[in-house]
């Protein structure tokens, strides 16, 4: 009998590869991604997809973010707005910030995600 060579984990590399989470710029694309790598679990039965998920989740729950930081997560990623629309709702719900300070943000909420899943280290 003869032996058939199937790449099993071909899909899993493929999404590690998209979205490296140990990089900070692999961490912005996958947050800007997340609704379409969630509804891949479901829709295309994608294990890769869920260790990915999960892997975010996990950084996410382990390092240190603001209130602030946790709301700009919702609102710029999860919401898709832009930063200066997520600047004006912000400003609306009484805090005080600029679309500077937006930018400064997700650059600290990416590093710190990229930090943790590369080195597992709590990022101050």
């Known amino acids: 009998m003869g032996t058939v060579s199937v790449d099993l984990h071909a899909k899993e590399r493929a999404l590690d590869n998209l979205f490296p989470i140990d990089t900070e710029a692999g961490v912005s ?3 800007y991604a997340l609704p379409q790598v969630k509804e891949m679990r ?5 294990f890769g997809a869920c260790d990915l998920v ?3 989740e996990h950084a996410l729950a382990n390092i240190k973010i603001t209130e602030t930081q946790q709301r700009i997560i919702e609102l710029h990623y999860h919401q ?3 930063q200066v629309t997520t600047v004006a709702k912000m400003q609306e ?3 005080t910030i600029t679309q500077q300070g937006i930018s400064d943000n997700l650059r600290t909420i990416n590093r710190r ?4 899943h590369k080195e ?4 101050e």
């Not at 995600?113 to 943790?116: L, Q, R």
């Open 120 to 123: 597992g280290v709590i990022v």
């Open 29 to 31: 694309k996958l947050l």
């Open 54 to 56: 999960l892997d975010l």
């Open 80 to 82: 898709d707005l832009t």
């Open 42 to 46: 479901f829709f295309e039965g994608d």
């Open 93 to 95: 719900e009484g805090y």
């Open 113 to 116: 995600i990229s930090k943790f």
